[in-house]
Structure formats: C-alpha cells, structure tokens
C-alpha cells in the first residue's frame, strides 16, 4: 500500500526509522487550539496551542503543561489556513483522552490525544 505523498512512509526515531503504524491519514499543518484539562498536578487549565498533525481518529500537540497519560481533555480548533484570530474555517470542538504523554524540551510535553467524540461548529 503506498502512502500519499503529503504523509511519510516512515518516522524517524532517534538513531533509527520504523514504519508508520497510524491507521488514518495525518495532516501536518498548524492549526490553532484552545485546549482544557487537568495537568499532572491536578490543576484545571485552559491555553492557546498549536496542533502538531491531526487526523479522523486524534491529534499531536505540544504543551507547556504536563498532562497525564488516560486524561480527559477538551480542544476546540479551526481548520484553518492562517494563525490568526480572523482566519476562516471550519470549527471543530473535540473531546479526548490523553493517549501518550512525552516530556519535551523546556519543560514542554507533547500529547498524543485519541478523540472520543467530536462535532463540527
């Protein structure tokens, strides 16, 4: 099965590659979030993200929270083109669980979230 161009065969980790195992197609563009939790300490948050890439079935996106793997949180996003508040697109509100937490540089942490239901705005 070959891989449409815009997404890669493969993903580089650390000194190796291994095949992409994802189920669905990946968009890599940054999307801006608004995203709502609980972070490791137990504290409710609310911030400004930007998605990493995006797919039917979840997303990536990097924090400068710590948030749990098995967390519930919200996101809202546009599925637009441009970064800025005006920028026109369809709006999606998602509900997800948090399924891999990985700390990042500077403290951030880069979540994997699986959506558990999700509707378009």
Known sequence: M???PWIPARQPIGSYTVADRRRKPRIYEPFAATVR?????GD???VEAVLDNLSAGGLYMWLKQHVEEGRQI????RLATRLTPEAKG???AAHGRV???EPGPDGACGIAVVFERYHHL
Do not use: N, T
């Open 90 to 92: 369809l709006r999606v």
């Open 99 to 101: 399924l891999r937490s």
């Open 44 to 46: 409710p948050f609310e």
């Open 74 to 77: 919200f996101i809202l996003f």
């Open 2 to 4: 070959r891989h449409a």
């Open 37 to 41: 939790g609980v972070d490791g300490r």
